[in-house]
Structure formats: structure tokens, C-alpha cells
């Protein structure tokens, strides 16, 4: 059997996205300069039905720029009339990535993938999984081609439910995202941390989620990145042993070998890669 396809580099190392609403152009530059490592210009939650044709056409002009880091944007939902509008609109754009919200199935990921196929460039695919149909199939939505990272959309998945949007009764589906991410070698993002006022318990979530399996966070205020970005940066200690294991490998020529008394074969080795590209970010 191959290994699992590893996800490029680029939104799939980020640590952090930072949302921005897709009608505040005012904010879109501020958002560039805040120091996330990817931003999205919202137009589905963020922008009320009124305002979405005009948040639309400030998003695609914002696109068509030069930007510093990975700018995309979050569309409304593909079976929507404004989904399809908006995939419409990117005919001839080039997002850095392109979120699509409330995915259920594989084949909505392929028809994204498609169109987007005319465009100038391929666009990496970020699917938040936000309901039970989705988390269901979040393995073969992981594995469609195109889909570089998944989202947990953990507040609409509660309300889906019918749970509470807390730890506890969140805990088992995001560890079954975490499984469903890792079999396609993608990359995994937690649900923004909706306190703004509480540092510590943004910290302890990100500790959380980074031992369970996470790869980054969405954040929703440029304040939220220092403590995102302390969680999911790799340690130097971390960062030291996964050369070793690189080293290592390279010596082996591929084989299994032994670093710190512990054996080491490829999945190991990809995961040291994983964490050198994060470390990047730093």
C-alpha cells in the first residue's frame, strides 16, 4: 500500500487563519499585516444576505492583488444560489485557497475542484466539516483530490447535534476528524475560540487540540494569534529531533533505523518533515 498523500506546502503548514468579513475592505490590509500565516475573506457567516453581492465584489478585487501571505476566501455553501455565485465570480481569480463551508460529501470538493480547473492556477481546498453527515464522510472528503486541509466546524456541529459546543461533548468527534485528516496526510484545523477576552483558555483549547491532533487553529481577531501561534509552533527541542530523524533516514537510504532509542521508519519521517516545515512559520 503507498503512503498517504502529504499535503503541500503553503496553507497546509499554516498555524493560524485569520477570518476577515468579506464586506470590511477597510480591514482586509490590517488583517495582512497581522501576522497570521494565511487570512480568509469571509463571505459566508461574516457578510448578512443584503451585502453579499458587494462583499463579493470587494473580495474578488482584493484578490486579483499581490498579497503578503496565503489569502483566500471562504464561499457560501456550494448547493446555494450564492455559492454557485461565488464560484462563478473566481472564474478568473486565483486565491491562494479556497474554504468551502459544510461540506457532506467528496463530490462537492471534486465539483469546486473542477471549475476552479479553467482558472490560471490550481487552488488548494479547505472543507470545514460542520454536521453529522459531514463528519461521517470526512475521510473521503479528506481524501478527494484538491482537499488540502479539513476544518472542524465544531459550533454548527453541536447545533447539529443537538449537544453543547464544549469540550467534553465535542471531544470524540474531533478526535474522529483528527483520524479522518490523518489517513489522507492532510492538515486539520480547530474551530475558532469564540472568547475573545480569554487568553488562557484560548491557550489551554490550542494545547488541547495540538496533543490530540490538530495541525492549526481559525481565529477570528488578530489577538488570537500570539497564543496560536505559541501553541503550534514547533519547540526547538522538537525541531532538533526531527532533524535527527531526517538525518537518519538519509543515512538508512529509507530503511528503518533507530534515533533516541526508538525506531524510525517513514511515517515517522514524514511527521519530522511535517514539523521542519511548521517550524518555518516561526
Do not use: Y
Not at 471534486?110 to 479547505?126: E, Q, T, Y
Not at 483558555?201 to 481565529?219: D, I, N, P
Amino acid at each position: 500500500m503507498s503512503p498517504p498523500h502529504i499535503s503541500p506546502p503553503g496553507i497546509a503548514v499554516a498555524r493560524s487563519i485569520l477570518f476577515v468579513p468579506g464586506d470590511r475592505p477597510d480591514r482586509f490590509e490590517k488583517a495582512l499585516a497581522s501576522g497570521a500565516d494565511a487570512v480568509v475573506l469571509d463571505l459566508e457567516d461574516a457578510v448578512a444576505p443584503e451585502r453579499k453581492a458587494a462583499a463579493r465584489e470587494a473580495v474578488v478585487a482584493r484578490l486579483a492583488q499581490p498579497a503578503p501571505v496565503p489569502l483566500g476566501l471562504r464561499m457560501n455553501p456550494l448547493p446555494t444560489p450564492e455559492g454557485i455565485a461565488d464560484l462563478a465570480a473566481l472564474a478568473g481569480a486565483a486565491p491562494s485557497f479556497l474554504m468551502l463551508p459544510k461540506v457532506e460529501a467528496a463530490e462537492e470538493v471534486s465539483v469546486v475542484r473542477r471549475v476552479l480547473a479553467r482558472g490560471p492556477r490550481a487552488v488548494p481546498l479547505v472543507a470545514l466539516i460542520e454536521s453529522a453527515a459531514g463528519l461521517a464522510r470526512a475521510g473521503a472528503i479528506a481524501a478527494e483530490e484538491g482537499c488540502v486541509a479539513l476544518g472542524f466546524g465544531g459550533v454548527d456541529l453541536a447545533a447539529d447535534l443537538g449537544c453543547e459546543p464544549s469540550w467534553e461533548p465535542l471531544l470524540a468527534h474531533r478526535a474522529a476528524l483528527v483520524a479522518g485528516a490523518a489517513r489522507a496526510g492532510r492538515a486539520l484545523f480547530d474551530v475558532p475560540f469564540l472568547e475573545l477576552a480569554d487568553e488562557a483558555g484560548l491557550e489551554a483549547e490550542c494545547r488541547r487540540v495540538r496533543a490530540l491532533g490538530f495541525t492549526g487553529k481559525l481565529a477570528i481577531h488578530p489577538r488570537q494569534l500570539a497564543g496560536i501561534h505559541a501553541a503550534f509552533t514547533p519547540s526547538a527541542a522538537a525541531v532538533e529531533r526531527a532533524q535527527r530523524v531526517i538525518a537518519a533516514m538519509e543515512a538508512a537510504a529509507g530503511g528503518v533505523c533507530v534515533v533516541d532509542g526508538r525506531m524510525v521508519d517513514a511515517p515517522v519521517q514524514r511527521a519530522a518533515l511535517r514539523v521542519l516545515a511548521r517550524a518555518g512559520r516561526g
